[in-house]
């Protein structure tokens, strides 16, 4: 899940900064983990709202790994209770929801995000 949306950030973001993607800038990506993608490009945006997005998405993640670090049986029965499994699965919306906000604040007005989308 992160994996891919840190990744498009990562790449967004440095096209949006330099107007190209080179080779060193991908090496530079893959280098990262998921989430050292994220702290980059928060590092890079200082006190911005994009930056604010992007920790609160970090914040959602996190939860997600806490939720998901249980057993599969206790991870069944969470789910077995409806309330609760419609509370992660707005949980899970929300997460959405952030991802392509941050994404569409970084991108929207350069051509790359423009050729990810078509």
Known sequence: M??????????????EK???VTIPDA??????TP???????INELKDSDPAKW???LLGKYERFLEITSVSEDDLIQLF??????????????????L??????????DNSLYR????
Request: hydrophobic share 45%; with cysteine; aromatic share 12%.
């Open 54 to 56: 992007i920790d609160e």
């Open 27 to 32: 090496q530079k990506m893959v280098a990262l």
């Open 80 to 97: 077995l209770d409806e309330a609760e499994a419609r509370n992660l699965r707005n949980e899970q919306s929300d997460f959405g929801d």
């Open 2 to 15: 992160l994996t891919c949306y840190s990744a498009v950030l990562f790449l967004l973001f440095v096209y």
């Open 99 to 108: 991802a392509y906000k941050v994404l569409y604040s970084i991108g929207h």
């Open 115 to 118: 050729r990810l989308v078509i």
């Open 35 to 41: 989430t050292e993608r994220l702290e980059f490009v």
């Open 18 to 20: 330099n107007k190209t």
